[in-house]
């Protein structure tokens, strides 16, 4: 499922030499000051996830329908799911023009 500011749903998870499927929720925002696109999410939790954390794995690359992304694993929350985050190009479409509405 696509949504306006970000992706849920299937996605591939590449560390270490290993695909696995997994499962993202991911959003992102400009940044006005930097100028760039940051993007951010988590992995579902899973057996293969929890395996691929134990080991020295902290890269990875991440794909979605919509793209291709290299990332960092980073700070698992108390239900097992890893951060991944990331400036510039990310893996889900992104919008790049401003909508208005009436009155403003």
């Not at 992706?7 to 930097?34: M, Q, R, W």
């Not at 999410?41 to 794909?63: F, K, M, N, P, Y």
Request: no cysteine; net charge negative; charged share 20%.
């Amino acid at each position: 499922m696509t949504e306006e500011d970000g992706y849920t749903g299937p996605a591939e998870l590449t560390a270490d030499g290993e695909t696995i499927a997994v499962e993202v929720k991911l959003a992102g925002h400009f940044e006005p000051i930097s100028g760039k696109y940051r993007w951010y999410g988590r992995i579902s939790a899973s057996d293969e996830v929890r395996a691929l954390l134990s080991g020295s794995a902290r890269q990875a690359t991440l794909r979605t329908p919509h793209g291709l992304v290299d990332t960092s694993l980073g700070d698992v929350d108390p239900w097992g799911r890893p951060r991944v985050e990331g400036f510039g190009t990310a893996p889900f479409p992104v919008a790049t023009t401003v909508t208005t509405t009436a009155g403003g």
